[in-house]
């Protein structure tokens, strides 16, 4: 007979407290999406529960600040779906995305202004100004 690892983790006494608490966490996320308006649904989560405390995380402050506004109607539905609420805490953490950020890369200096820059450099005292605009050129020549 085939027993998946609910049954297992669900054997353990200290496996099966996990188990029922991340139960109850996806039936309070399922709740919270069903009971949040449209536009909140993607933009936050339940994150954690704590005896009576939901804890939800928004993606930015904007949405975290309608959903401390509307916390008593918020934490009253959640009640209605079984669990005790008695206050809900809202913190601002935002989803990592992978896809958005693209990497920099570094523009060449035109002739005129690695002439201004050497010159700049060439009347300076040495001291870490002067060391920053050298190694600036340095890059700079090997990209041209």
């Keep these: 007979m085939y027993n998946g690892p609910e049954h ?32 909140f649904r993607h933009a936050a989560r339940v ?4 005896s009576g405390k939901i804890i939800i995380h928004a993606d930015n402050g904007a949405v975290a600040a309608k959903i401390r506004q509307m916390s008593q109607r918020l934490c009253s539905e959640l009640c209605k779906g079984g669990a005790q609420c008695n206050e809900l805490e809202v913190k601002v953490q935002p989803r990592e995305n992978l896809f958005q950020s693209t990497p920099s890369t570094q523009k060449p200096l035109s002739s005129t202004a690695c002439e201004v820059l050497r010159s700049t450099a060439e009347n300076m005292p040495k001291g870490s100004l002067r060391a920053a605009i050298d190694a600036l050129l340095a890059s700079s020549a090997k990209r041209e």
């Excluded at 709740?31 to 949040?36: G, L, P």
């Excluded at 994150?47 to 704590?50: C, R, S």
């Design 47 to 50: 994150a954690n529960y704590k």
């Design 8 to 39: 297992y983790l669900d054997s353990d006494a200290n496996a099966s407290r996990l188990m029922a608490h991340a139960r109850l966490l996806l039936k309070l996320s399922r709740r919270f999406e069903a009971i949040a308006p449209a536009g």
